[in-house]
């Protein structure tokens, strides 16, 4: 529980770390720890009216396992642009002392999306295998940004992050592309030009939603009634906000997602997970 004299009112956010103990796996006791800290973004969110929804493989949970996916090890959430900036000012005065709010300013972050990270864990991923990490490495839940446009914007998100050769329509020429759009960028700047870009494809009557322009792990735009209105979901026994068509959105993403994949194809982040034990970073805390 943390409280903070925040002006005239009284801030009271709890986060329960010993639900971790109830785990009988490690990856379990993980899961347990990212619930928690789900719950308190949720509280966070209904409390000052911030849209967010399950995404990826954790809606797809929500919806075949009413819950994580058995051998899921992250929590993904999305918060529309302008929702995912209000959260970013809200958070460091709402989250508990548990919880840490990692951001490119608040930390040696590498991603341009935001982690909320267990200050009393370690979460190493397979990518940081024999690394010497100077970020937070708790375990985590990730919130991405999505922007609501009125037409496709691929070819800007590919200008603004110089990725031309990972599109089927540009690779061929992205020898030329990238060099050109490096230039523009460093001349222009990324957060100018990423601000230009999100006010010419946005408008009062946006008709999609898609992932961030300043990122490009995926590349799929959901027409705006697949999202909204959003609905509750139960989730390991909680309510939490999803898309109004799910079946639509995970289809999107997946295909037929209710087949279970073969088991090689279960696919986990981690490549240590320890609940109990504290990362090295400042923030980090002794369970």
């Known amino acids: 529980m943390h409280l903070c004299n925040n002006g005239n009112r009284l801030r009271i956010m709890v986060y329960d770390k010993t639900v971790r103990t109830e785990g009988k796996t490690t990856l379990r006791q993980a899961q347990l720890v990212m619930l928690e800290m789900m719950k ?14 399950l ?7 929500a919806v ?9 090890d ?4 999305i918060m529309p642009r302008g929702d995912f900036n209000r959260f970013i000012e809200i958070a460091p005065q709402e989250l508990p002392e548990d919880l840490f709010l990692q951001t490119r300013k608040t930390d040696k972050s590498i991603w341009k999306w935001i982690k909320i990270r267990d200050n009393y864990s370690t979460f190493i991923q397979k990518t940081e ?27 800007s998100k590919l200008f603004l992050n110089r990725r031309f050769q990972i599109s089927e329509k540009t690779k061929k020429i992205a020898w030329i592309l990238n060099p050109l759009s490096t230039l523009l960028v460093k001349l222009i700047g990324f957060e100018r030009l990423k601000k230009y870009f999100i006010k010419t494809h946005s408008g009062n009557n946006p ?37 109004s068509d799910p079946d639509k959105y995970l289809t999107t993403i997946f295909g037929d997602y209710m087949k279970l994949p073969e088991e090689q194809a279960r696919k986990t982040h981690a490549y240590k997970i320890l609940p109990f034990k504290k990362c090295n970073h400042k923030m980090s805390l002794q369970y």
């Not at 992250?74 to 959430?77: K, M, R, Y």
Request: charged residues 30%; negative net charge.
């Open 64 to 72: 075949r396992h009413k819950g994580f996916i058995p051998w899921d």
């Open 55 to 61: 995404d990826a493989g954790t809606l797809l949970g």
């Open 74 to 77: 992250d929590l993904d959430i």
């Open 129 to 155: 295998k024999d690394k010497k990490i100077k970020y937070h490495q708790g375990i985590f839940m990730d919130i991405f940004p999505f922007d609501l446009v009125k037409n496709g914007y691929n070819i």
């Open 207 to 243: 008709r999609y939603v898609t992932p961030g322009i300043d990122f490009t792990l995926s590349f799929h735009s959901f027409e705006y009634d697949v999202i909204f209105p959003l609905k509750e979901i139960d989730f390991e026994g909680y309510s939490f906000m999803a898309p």
């Open 40 to 53: 308190v973004v949720d509280k966070i969110c209904r409390k000052h009216d911030i849209q967010y929804w």
